[in-house]
């Protein structure tokens, strides 16, 4: 049978009792397909990542060697998450590089979006070849491969984090939640003890917030960026907007404008709000957000972030825009 098509008869995880079950079953799977061998994942901080590195240490524990990279284009909190969730309460075997210096020089000075990608996508695969090489006996790789993806790819998830392991390493995959979907990988996180901000985490793009700081990224717009967004995620919350609108962020362009401080004129960027709701991602709604919400969050940005003069909205739905500006 095909082991990368969804049997008809399985039934769809909404339940603690049905995602219970579920991990029984993947955790005596997992054990026969791995033996007492070691694992190896990349634990981007994301859904699917931190779904199946919470299985794998139920399944084999410290057998798992879990590799973090924080780019620095991380949101404000995530890596730090990381490392409390699964080293300090799973025990996990985690292996944390702060590679923030190493991505941003490469970065610098470089404005081209398709170009950041690029240095951003490649730089993270050096990165973890680099600490896989340092690694003895590993014999396989685990990933975070879920339905859609085999859907979308044939089966091959070229995207995939580590999509650019050397010809060399050769590892068989362990995708234990691949013909889950996204709703089931998240029932099943919860049931597996992960915390809610985790698993109702908001899709977060590869090259994180590398695509917000728009433009060539300087470590100090990075940096207001990064507060800014934090500032927004924590009132939507408040608001319980982040139970209806189903991704919200800020971005920065690289562009300045004169405001007043300290009855003082000085210059400062804009942060643009980004509020979209969608089903498939192919197309996406502008939300309402009540204006005494929109106040708050511009009157906090502009008092509590540095650099930062002018709070924006972005009013467009896609198709005209797509959901990210760069």
């Not at 204006?291 to 972005?314: P, Q």
Request: glycine residues 8%; negative net charge; charged residues 30%.
């Amino acid at each position: 049978m095909d082991n990368n098509k969804r049997p008809d008869s399985m039934e769809r995880i909404t339940t603690k009792e049905l995602a219970d079950a579920f991990i029984a079953e993947q955790v005596e799977l997992v054990k026969k397909q791995v033996g007492d061998k070691k694992v190896l994942l990349a634990l981007s901080g994301g859904v699917d990542s931190s779904v199946v590195a919470a299985l794998l240490i139920k399944a084999i524990g410290k057998q798992l060697v879990c590799v973090h990279v924080n780019h620095g284009l991380m949101r404000k909190g995530e890596s730090e998450q990381v490392i409390e969730v699964f080293q300090n309460q799973l025990d996990a075997n985690l292996i944390y590089i702060d590679a923030t210096d190493r991505f941003l020089d490469l970065l610098a000075g470089v404005a081209e979006p398709e170009k950041k990608r690029k240095i951003i996508g490649g730089e993270f695969i050096k990165v973890f070849d680099e600490e896989a090489g340092k690694l003895e006996g590993i014999s396989f790789l685990a990933q975070g491969t879920i339905y859609p993806d085999i859907l979308e790819s044939d089966g091959v998830k070229a995207h995939h984090n580590v999509g650019g392991l050397p010809e060399d390493m050769q590892f068989e995959l362990v995708e234990p939640v691949k013909l889950l979907y996204k709703d089931e990988v998240r029932v099943v996180g919860k049931a597996l003890g992960l915390p809610s901000s985790m698993v109702d985490r908001q899709p977060f793009p590869g090259p994180g917030l590398g695509v917000r700081c728009l433009g060539a990224i300087t470590r100090d717009r990075l940096n207001a960026l990064r507060e800014a967004d934090a500032i927004l995620r924590e009132e939507f919350d408040n608001a319980g907007l982040n139970k209806t609108v189903w991704q919200y962020f800020i971005a920065v362009p690289d562009m300045k404008s004169v405001g007043v401080k300290d009855s003082k004129r000085y210059e400062g960027w804009p942060a643009i709000i980004r509020a979209v709701n969608t089903t498939d991602a192919m197309s996406a709604t502008i939300e309402e957000i009540p204006y005494s919400i929109l106040n708050k969050i511009t009157a906090r940005i502009t008092a509590e972030v540095e650099g930062i003069n002018r709070v924006l909205y972005d009013l467009t739905p896609k198709p005209v825009g797509t959901i990210e500006w760069e």
